[in-house]
């Protein structure tokens, strides 16, 4: 048995929400650079500068990136053999994301869906655990702003509609969402599973590095052709128009039911932000 | 690069092109949702505006906390949809200019028609930049609402594209 202090988790936690929400994905100034130097359109490409520009700027100031520091979300998978000493650990995920929100100058967003009264302190976090085999606590943060949330769907496709029913649920999708998400976009995709299942995997297909693809190879394939058919659309940075629509498109299938094929889109916006740390 | 000074003249709006690129001066007012919300509560009870709205613009931004020495935390913008059912009766008070993200709906568009306005955009999630071109930033109503208070800015050469026009025209796809 391998005892962790809560405290080592809360403390971690902490520092990786200060450190995402100013600082995003290590691959994102690369890909914005790509795009400049494929992106013909004048405004597409002036928005790609900016968005440069920004992620320099609120490095410099050490400000965040953007002023929707979201909801955060935290995936903790903690091996069978931990023992874990000390708070609970969802309060302990909670202090380190109110440290961190108040600290960092964050906003707080979160507040009651009926009433719409602000908890002022952005707590609490969207917790999902996990037990995993071994000694080793991995955690993955990711706050998560709602103008791309927003734009995220999911559908139970039918079998008969297939492969085909998820490429023409996607695209239609990017194209309802339009600007709306902060183009260029990210998305994170959910195939198989149930209902639930389907909608988390899409956001866990988020938390890999920007523009990495799946191990399996056949989905592989699916991203690609999904990305290349996206910046077919010709949406556009923030909906402008232009050939960078999407960065990536990040899938995870699931095994499903044999009568069903549903399929989650969780939208990402370009300031792609998520930390992520092994204790 | 053009520059325009807020408030604005109707004569400079109309040599404005779709997508082109303006660098903004002056005094705006960040409304999002919950401020948008009030304010068309308030017109419907008959009561006064707090801030003159006549000829104002407004920007749907809802800032960071204003770290250390600087007048505001970063503001990008906001998506413009949500504002879409509130808007008209904003526009027949004389609202001008509006700033924001994405697309605006139908009834939004028939009504810049009929009053004359102007849809900005800026880029979202490039708030840091904008941050830096905000001068200073003071809470003028609904303290209670944080972020989502309504705040007067002075901006300086803060970067906006044409988005569309009070003739209908649009850069959006
Ligand atoms: S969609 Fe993303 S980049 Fe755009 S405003 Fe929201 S958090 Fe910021």
Redesign the pocket.
């Given at each position: 048995m391998r005892i962790v202090d809560v405290k080592l988790i809360e403390e971690a936690i902490y520092e990786m929400f200060l450190t995402c929400c100013v600082h995003p994905d290590r691959a994102l100034s690369g890909r914005i650079q790509d795009a400049l130097a494929v992106e013909k359109s004048p405004i597409a490409q002036s928005i790609l500068k900016q968005i440069q520009k920004n992620i320099e700027i609120a490095d410099q100031n050490n400000v965040p990136?953007?002023?929707?520091?979201?909801m955060a979300v935290v995936f903790i998978d903690i091996g069978q053999e931990v023992s874990l000493k000390g708070e609970y650990i969802n309060d302990a995920i909670n202090n380190a994301v109110r440290r961190a929100y108040q600290d960092g100058y964050f906003r707080k967003s979160v507040l009651s869906p009926i009433t719409r009264i602000n908890t002022e302190d952005n707590t609490p976090a969207v917790i999902h655990t996990r037990i995993i085999k071994g000694d080793k606590i991995i955690i993955r943060v990711a706050p998560?702003?709602?103008?791309?949330?927003n734009m995220s769907r999911i559908k139970m496709i039918t079998p008969a509609q297939g492969i085909e029913g998820i490429y023409e649920f996607v695209l239609e999708t990017v194209k309802n969402a339009g600007g709306?998400?902060?183009p260029p976009i990210t998305l994170g995709i959910g195939i198989g599973g149930t209902f639930e299942l389907c909608a988390l995997n899409a956001k866990r297909a988020l938390l890999r590095s920007l523009g990495e693809s799946s191990e399996d190879e056949d989905i592989a394939v699916i991203e690609k052709k999904l990305l290349n058919d996206i910046n077919k659309l010709g949406i556009g940075p923030m909906g402008m128009g232009g050939s960078t629509t999407a960065l990536a498109v990040h899938i995870i299938s699931a095994p499903t039911h044999l009568a069903g094929l549903p399929c989650a889109i969780n939208v990402?916006?370009?300031?792609v932000r998520h930390e992520s740390r092994t204790i | 690069m053009k520059h325009l000074t807020v408030p604005v003249k109707d004569t400079d709006l109309q040599p404005l092109k779709i997508g082109e690129e303006i660098l903004l001066s002056g005094t705006i007012y960040t409304a999002r949702d919950a401020a948008h919300k009030k304010l068309v509560e308030l017109i419907n009870k008959g009561k006064k505006l707090p801030f003159d709205i006549d000829g104002a613009a407004i920007y749907y931004s809802g800032p960071c906390p204003a770290p250390p020495n600087f007048p505001i935390g970063p503001c990008?913008?906001?998506?413009s949809y949500r504002m879409d059912s509130y808007t008209p009766q904003l526009l027949d008070l004389g609202l001008k200019i509006m700033i924001g993200?994405g697309k605006r709906n139908d009834n939004v568009v028939e009504s810049m028609k009929k009053n004359g306005a102007l849809y900005l955009a800026a880029t979202?999630?490039a708030?840091a930049l904008l941050m830096d071109c905000v001068k200073s930033s003071t809470v003028i109503c609904f303290p209670e609402l944080g972020a989502e208070a309504i705040r007067k800015l002075e901006v300086k050469n803060f970067p906006v594209i044409v988005a569309t026009k009070a003739n209908g025209e649009t850069v959006y796809r």
């Open positions: 990136l953007c002023q929707d520091t979201g998560k702003g709602f103008g791309s949330e709306n998400p902060c990402q916006c370009h300031s | 990008g913008p906001t998506t993200k979202g999630g708030a």
